[in-house]
């Protein structure tokens, strides 16, 4: 008997994506023509040694550059080919970001940062406010929220940065070396925290690292070699 449900379709697609870079004479070639989909719900860790090519994928993804040749698509939609515009006013509703350095504007107050995202969405002050304080207290911030970056401890802005990232539930959360700064036991806090509202809010994750331990946490694990996928697996939990 034929099955005729349909396919679900990934969430990530990516389509023979190839980036080249000139350098002098010569051009050099970050990317050779990777081919992925990710599904909704997935936390995939995108895993490989400097100057693998990890880097530069996760600014594809993002659509933080253009593909020299193929295409990425999140939720069907091309993100590679949107104008500067299209892409800011897409990333706002879509994609959240947790980075290394945690990327806190030091001007404004832990509930001041993690409530942007929901400024760039429309969401009445007061609203966005009260979210931004939820998600503080959820990740054990309830003590910090008036506090400035420069009052918080690396572990307390990467967790106010983890705030930030989810408070607007977007389908996507890129985190790029999100522990490369802290110690080993809040890096287990901070994994812990994320893989935590990825699951309770099946979101997408694109883990990019160079630490196994880090990569551990995925539930797949896409490893790059000299731009190029040299493996793609699943792990078993």
Same mark, same amino acid.
């Given at each position: 008997m034929q099955n005729t449900c349909p396919r679900k379709r990934p969430l990530i697609e990516v389509h023979a994506v190839r980036k080249e870079y000139p350098l002098g004479d010569e051009t050099v070639v970050a990317l050779k023509n990777i081919s992925l989909n990710i599904m909704r719900g997935e936390i995939c860790c995108i895993f490989g040694t400097s100057g693998s090519g990890k880097s530069t994928f996760l600014n594809q993804l993002a659509g933080m550059e253009k593909p020299t040749r193929g295409e990425v698509l999140i939720g069907g939609v091309p993100v590679s080919r949107l104008n500067e515009n299209q892409l800011a006013a897409f990333r706002q509703r879509h994609i959240g970001f947790v980075f290394q350095s945690y990327n806190l504007l030091p001007n404004? @107050? =832990? @509930?001041?940062?993690? =409530?942007?995202?929901?400024? !760039? /969405?429309?969401?009445?002050?007061?609203? &966005?406010? $009260? $979210?931004?304080?939820?998600?503080?207290? &959820?990740?054990?911030?309830?003590? /910090?929220?008036?506090? !400035?970056? /420069?009052?918080?401890?690396?572990?307390?802005?990467?967790? =106010?940065?983890? $705030? &930030? =990232? !989810?408070? $607007?539930?977007?389908?996507?959360?890129f985190a790029d070396e999100p522990t490369g700064n802290l110690d080993s036991k809040t890096t287990v806090e901070i994994m812990e925290m994320i893989c935590t509202f990825a699951r309770r809010y099946h979101q997408t994750i694109i883990l990019v690292t160079h630490d196994p331990e880090m990569a551990a946490y995925a539930d797949r694990i896409v490893r790059l070699i000299d731009g190029t996928i040299v493996s793609d697996e699943p792990r078993h939990r």
């Open positions: 404004l @107050t =832990a @509930t001041e940062n993690v =409530a942007l995202p929901l400024m !760039f /969405r429309g969401v009445p002050r007061k609203e &966005r406010e $009260a $979210a931004a304080r939820q998600m503080l207290c &959820r990740v054990g911030l309830e003590h /910090r929220l008036d506090h !400035f970056p /420069r009052q918080m401890s690396g572990g307390q802005q990467q967790r =106010a940065g983890i $705030a &930030r =990232a !989810f408070v $607007a539930r977007p389908d996507v959360v």
